[in-house]
């Protein structure tokens, strides 16, 4: 089981989205990025309860939600463009 995981963050309109590298399916949002890096957290131990609770592998990368994210940035980057 992967004990560190690496956060990437994006400043948003309403603060910042962060999401673990590893593990896509931990995102979150906050009004700032303490909040954020704090709420990412909080959603990591969610997810792992989850996975503990229906006796999955943690670490493991669900193909769907890899794909489902990757959708939902470029949507995002649609609706929301850098200025």
Not at 28 to 56: F, P, S, V, W
Not at 70 to 81: A, D, H, I
Request: with cysteine; hydrophobic share 30%; proline share 2%.
């Amino acid at each position: 089981m992967i004990s560190t995981y690496t956060a990437k963050y994006t400043k948003t309109r309403s603060g910042y989205m962060g999401w673990l590298v590893e593990w896509p399916e931990v995102i979150t949002e906050g009004k700032t990025l303490e909040e954020c890096r704090k709420m990412l957290q909080d959603a990591l131990n969610e997810m792992i309860l989850a996975y503990h609770q229906q006796n999955k592998e943690l670490g493991q990368l669900s193909r769907e939600a890899e794909a489902h994210l990757e959708k939902e940035f470029e949507n995002y980057g649609r609706l929301y463009p850098r200025e």
